[in-house]
């Protein structure tokens, strides 16, 4: 298989790996991989995944690749917050939670970092789906949990003005029984001692 056809099948995706050629071409030589990369034609990525490089990739793209990178995993933490417009500032590294290890991989489209969490509050994430393709994200109300679970230091009123939340995105995107519900699914004392902090906050705004 040549780029020019190798270019032709693949160029809807957003990234491809050695494994989406080989179905195409189970006889693939990967070593054209590397001569293609000398000749600019694409890049790698990281962990095997390569784009073309005339290729230029959305939010929602480099989301989908967060979730392939490292599994299982799902977006949350401060991509999470940005996503439902929670804070105001650009996120510059693609933050995920896994239930497997904290990892973080530095590639030629920014940092992708993983946090672990128990396995048993690996959960309350959604599907969004887009263009053929779909990512695992926190809800709202998880993605709050998560952030306020392992920010140890948001144990203040002033530490959690200091997010500069959009009060009304989270007044109207989260619902406090199910915020409750979930934080109690982690029984821990100083994640109820956050959220309850977070609620007096959103109350008093």
């Known amino acids: 298989m ?26 693939f030589d990967r070593r054209r991989l590397s001569e293609w990369q000398d000749k600019n034609y694409i890049l790698k990525i990281s962990r095997g995944y390569y784009q073309f490089k005339d290729r230029d990739l959305t939010d929602l793209d480099l989301f989908y690749l967060a979730n392939q ?11 999470g917050l940005r996503y439902y417009n929670f804070i105001p500032e650009a996120v510059y590294a693609i933050t995920s939670i896994s239930s497997v290890n904290t990892k973080t991989y530095s590639t030629s489209l920014g940092t992708f970092s993983y946090q672990k969490i128990r396995a048993k509050n690996f959960n309350n994430y959604q599907i969004v789906n887009f263009n053929n393709r779909a990512f695992k994200i926190a809800s709202p109300e998880k993605v709050l949990v998560d952030f ?5 230091n948001l144990d ?16 109207e995107q ?16 100083a994640l109820r001692g956050r959220i309850a902090l977070l609620k007096e906050y959103l109350s008093n705004a």
């Not at 990178?69 to 401060?78: A, D, G, N, R, T």
């Not at 306020?148 to 140890?152: D, K, P, Q």
């Not at 934080?183 to 004392?189: A, G, P």
């Open 148 to 152: 306020f679970y392992l920010r140890a």
């Open 69 to 79: 990178l490292f599994k299982p995993s799902y977006i949350s933490m401060e991509s």
């Open 2 to 27: 040549g780029y020019i056809e190798l270019y032709e099948q693949l160029k809807a995706y957003p990234f491809f790996s050695l494994r989406d050629i080989r179905l195409l071409e189970p006889g």
């Open 156 to 171: 203040t009123l002033l530490a959690i003005e200091s997010l500069r939340l959009d009060l009304d995105e989270v007044k």
């Open 174 to 189: 989260v619902n406090i029984a199910v915020l409750d519900s979930i934080v109690e699914s982690f029984n821990s004392q």
